[in-house]
């Protein structure tokens, strides 16, 4: 198969200084896209900025913000067989972008604005034979929150996380998580390492490719 997998976080920026950014390693995006390609999958990793080696055997699109992730995840996903959306995409971006550094004693206020919704704008483009697998970080109501996100966003099905544990998800190499799919299944997978939560990930993935 052919798999695009984002990873990261992405910097919205506000002048040539300062960016809005989240606490996203890349890690779970990463250990997904070395375990596609220990299964020899072709992968495509469009990644934010992390600090962690890309895998080898993979081609790597670095990208910084919302908008360029957006554009590179659209126009590389054509002829994937599947899109795994990890990463942790801003949802809001500076309305404006100060070219010149803004001086501490300017009392200012920042504008934000929406970024594109990338996972939910795939289904269409992608079209409807594709694998989409989103992923959902969660504080609360997990469940719910989780469901009405795949549902919206045209997923196969999505991975839940607690982002509000500091023993898993942001930044952690250990993680728990549950799968829900769009028929109604669901699957929990207990604390253990992003590679362990990777495999099942992508065999879920090879499954559905096999129906
Ligand atoms: O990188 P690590 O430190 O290993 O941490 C892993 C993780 C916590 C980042 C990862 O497990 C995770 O939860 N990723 C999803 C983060 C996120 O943005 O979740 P969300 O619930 O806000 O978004 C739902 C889905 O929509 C996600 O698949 C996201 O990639 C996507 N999205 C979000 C906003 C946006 N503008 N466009 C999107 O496509």
Do not use: W
């Not at 919205?12 to 250990?31: Q, W």
């Amino acid at each position: 198969m052919k798999i695009l997998i984002t990873a990261g976080p992405t910097r919205e920026s506000i002048d040539p200084v300062r960016y809005l950014t989240n606490r996203s390693s890349g890690k779970m995006g990463y250990a997904i896209a070395q375990s596609a390609i220990n299964q020899n999958h072709e992968v495509i990793l469009v990644s934010g900025p992390v600090s962690l080696e890309p895998p080898n055997d993979c081609k790597i699109i670095n990208i910084e913000s919302a908008d360029q992730m957006y554009k590179e995840v659209q126009s590389n996903s054509k002829g994937c067989d599947a899109v795994i959306m990890v990463a942790a995409v801003a949802d809001y971006t500076p309305a404006v972008y100060y070219k010149e550094k803004i001086k501490k004693a300017d009392d200012r206020e920042i504008r934000l604005v929406r970024t594109k919704d990338i996972l939910g704008s795939m289904r269409e483009s992608f079209g409807y034979n594709g694998i989409l697998v989103g992923f959902a970080a969660e504080t609360n109501e997990l469940r719910e929150n989780a469901i009405g996100k795949m549902q919206q966003k045209g997923c196969n099905f999505i991975v839940s996380n607690d982002v509000s544990r500091n023993d898993i998800g942001f930044g952690s190499d250990q993680n728990e998580v549950t799968i829900f799919d769009e028929n109604g299944a669901q699957q929990h997978i207990d604390k253990s390492s992003k590679n362990l939560i990777a495999d099942a990930i992508i065999e879920k993935i090879e499954t559905i490719y096999g129906e």
